[in-house]
Structures are given as C-alpha cells and as structure tokens.
C-alpha cells in the first residue's frame, strides 16, 4: 500500500549540509502525515522532523533552526534539508507515514510509534 525510498544521504564535514528525499508511492486516497526519524548505533530511533498534510511542521530541538522538512504534493516526495551538520548527526535517516487519526506534529515528532510505514533509511555521516 506504501512504499517509501529515501536517499542523498551521504559524509560531510562538520558544518556542510545534505538534502535527504523520501520518496512515498501512496495507494490511498486517505490524507497523511510524514516524518523523518534516524538511530545511530547503539541509540534509540529519535524523532528529527514531522509534517501534516496542511503543511503544519514540528521538530526535534537538537535540530531547530539546522534542519527544515518540506514535502512535494505533486512530486509524492518528502524532504529533510540539513545545514550546518554537527558530528552527532551521523545517523540512519528513516523516512515514516502516519495514516491513522489526525494527530498533532508536536507528538508525531517524538512517536515513532505512531507511525504506520516506514522506508529503508539513508546513511549520514558527519566528520569533525
């Protein structure tokens, strides 16, 4: 029903910036939310960015202000554009779809939980 494939992951150095695409092939008709979520190793999956269908956008405050999430209606295409990249970013970005009860940006940030599909994720690594 949901097929989700993420890329432009990739290294950097510290302070460069990535743009990471999700691309979601959606059979339904129903409206839904997006996020972006990313586990480094050893560490729980993390909550980075959520987007409503009204465009309504919460994030993670490690990264407010270094990271936007923005989605292409037309294009089906979720993106997560990150600046000024620190070390501790280096993760495995996974892209999600929520397609239950309308819930509000602010929990579906830090729900994982709630999320229904989930893509295979992109690696990001980031150098000091």
């Known amino acids: 029903q949901v097929q989700l494939v993420e890329s432009g992951g990739g290294s950097v150095q510290a302070g460069g910036s990535l743009r990471l695409s999700c691309a979601a092939s959606?059979?339904?008709?129903?409206?839904?939310?997006m996020g972006w979520f990313r586990q480094a190793p050893g560490k729980e999956r993390e909550g980075v960015a959520a987007?409503?269908?009204?465009?309504?956008?919460s994030y993670a405050d490690s990264v407010k202000g270094r990271f936007t999430i923005s989605k292409d209606n037309a294009k089906n295409t979720l993106y997560l554009q990150m600046n000024s990249l620190k070390p501790e970013d280096t993760a495995m970005y996974h892209c999600?779809?929520?397609?239950?009860?309308?819930?509000?940006?602010?929990?579906?940030?830090?729900?994982?939980?709630?999320?229904?599909?989930w893509g295979q994720g992109t690696q990001v690594t980031v150098s000091s």
């Open positions: 959606v059979y339904s008709d129903s409206s839904y939310s």
């Open positions: 987007i409503d269908p009204d465009g309504s956008t």
């Open positions: 999600a779809v929520e397609m239950g009860p309308r819930l509000g940006v602010d929990y579906l940030v830090l729900h994982p939980d709630a999320y229904n599909y």
